[in-house]
């Protein structure tokens, strides 16, 4: 009769355990990757015992090298700062900078405390009118909008002019890929337009939506339109260009298939057509809310529409001992917001399609 080691039960359950581990730490890294933690998983790896001399490689090639370059462009940025004077002073170093931050954290809690004591007291003198038998009366808050309040309505802004080049570019990029003909026709206005600068656009932009809105109180602020339209026009070529480009690409197998198949071209467009093309047209994607991001910026600032664009230039224009420092915030601002934004577009992209593209 022959009997079971225990310990080589015990070695196969370790290994048994170990493999699950691995299994669960790899399907962790596709989603560190797209939220750009990817240094997380050597260093569960190297915690679990895969080789640990190799995770420390990875280790310090994905997080100790950034770090490092990090603190060297800090240590760079405070040492030349100060010899840099402008007419406003030195130019501010990220001590100087990290302190404005923390001010315009604070001022938007002091901001929105006023707003909430308004509404309150409003909310209190309505209660009276409405128990003396008389109408209540709407007041809206005229104060000065926060940081945040200023980010959010970029954002804000961004997507909508984003989501309106999205629903343009995408049926025409398949119609310009899957037909010569509207490739022809669309090709010449692509190499016009495409390289139109958004200052150039924000006039003529201005001029229609101000004779299409004469009035106020439509569904959006006028300057909401003005900004998004701008976003709309230099935004989606980047996404027509790789839909179509995508499109065209296609296995030629799986076009002379649809035919055996008799197709409809709705049916052919949705299981053939855009499955085929989804990464390239995620490419054009987050190429165009890049440069949608970027757009804007530039719009909020020359047309004085409200958003991080124009808190800029309002500090510009003040003039103030800490002007500078708050601009440079709202610089780290829209660069971080850049990257998120691009890290939203990947996630939306690897949930689709199959692309290891980052």
Known sequence: MTTVDPNFSDVADREARKARLFTRINAADKWFQVLGLSWLTPILKAAAGDNPQAQVKEIWRLLIVPILAICAFLMLWATLAPKVQTSLGAVPGPAQVWEEAVNLHEDALDKAAKKADFEAKVAELNERRIANGQEPRERAYTGAPTYYQQIWTSIQTVFFGFLIATVVAVPLGIAAGLSPTANAALNPLIQIFKPVSPLAWLPIVTMVVSALAAAEGGLFAKSFVISAVTVTL???????INTALGVASIDKDLINVSKVLKMNTYTKITKLVLPSAL???????????????????????????????????????????????????????IGIIGFLLDRVMYALQSLFTFSNNR
Do not use: Y
């Open 279 to 333: 990464p390239l047209i995620f490419t054009g994607l987050r190429l165009s809310l890049g440069v949608g991001w970027m757009v804007l910026i530039a719009a909020e600032m020359l047309a004085q529409n409200p958003g991080l664009g124009k808190f800029v230039w309002d500090e510009f224009q003040n003039g103030s001992s800490s002007s500078l420092a708050k601009i440079m915030v709202a610089v780290l601002t």
């Open 234 to 240: 230099c935004s989606l070529w980047p996404t027509l």
